[in-house]
């Protein structure tokens, strides 16, 4: 029997994940013009991520011009929103298809730790971003002093040292990371409940402690770059500069608007999942509102590097040059990529 409902389509003929074991899950298919439209669009989400997110690691891992300190941060978060891409997000996919879980027993642990692991590193590297991007501005003429390639690859390792203890902590806790844990009513199923005191940890720790730290520093930052802009002004304004008095209040501009974009899109792709997580006393990764929730904080992964990388012009030339095959060349890891930009 099935039921057509505006395009999508579910199937409820009797029929099981693994039909020759006796213990098997029943299988729910879900077919229909607007279940595979669903599908091809979260397909080609998960794609664009990959693309988008590979393209930042090869870019600032091939160009020499771009191993900087703030680099290896932005190259961190492309990582962790490459495992989204990679892992997390073709996985969930497999899990609109049909409600089966075909991975085993470990990918059922793996594949929860992957996805956690690589959310919280997303935002950890964030995090160092806003920090660093506060010394650069805060204190420019001591920051190459401040802060090193050394020193950033030192506090990389931390950050994604202290997300891997927290999440094996938050995922152990929760009954899920031991295979003698994990609670399996038929074979083929592999479902996550996050109990409802864990929501409280997570939402102050990994969320609300390192947005505010963020808000804070990126506030700091749109102030001291309005000074710094007035005090141009005011002096461009008394040598009637005009053409400098135009830069001057593009950048006041490009500053504002960057501001926003990292704030308002992170909180916008996060804020629905923690709320909703927050109305039951207890959720599971098959309910529909963590799917939905979800993928849109997985979206964020995708606009990362689009904010982060887009907008520089460096990623601009550095993702021609990949494109085109030039950085098969044997002098393409020095080519100059700030050369139109100055």
Known sequence: MEILRSGFQFSYDIQYCFPGNNSSCRKEVRTGTGNILLFTLLSCISVCTVFLNMLVIISISHFKQLHTPTNLLVLSLAVADLLVGLIVMPVN?????????????????VIPLTNALSTSASLCSMTLIAVDRYIAVNDPLNYSTKITVCKTSVFIIFGWSYCLLYVFAFLYFNDHLLPSQIIIRCHGECVLYVKYPWMIVDLIVMFITPCSIILILYSFIFNVAR????????????TSNRQGNKVSNTSETKAAKTLGIVVCVYLACWIPFYLSSLSVESMSSLSLVWTVFGWLAYINSSMNPLIYAIFYPWFRASAKYIVTCRTLESSSSRFNLFQEHF
């Open 93 to 109: 996919v497999m899990g609109l298809i049909d409600n089966c879980w075909y991975l085993g027993t470990m990918a059922c642990i």
């Open 227 to 238: 000074r710094q802009t007035q005090a141009v002004r005011s002096v461009l304004n008394s």
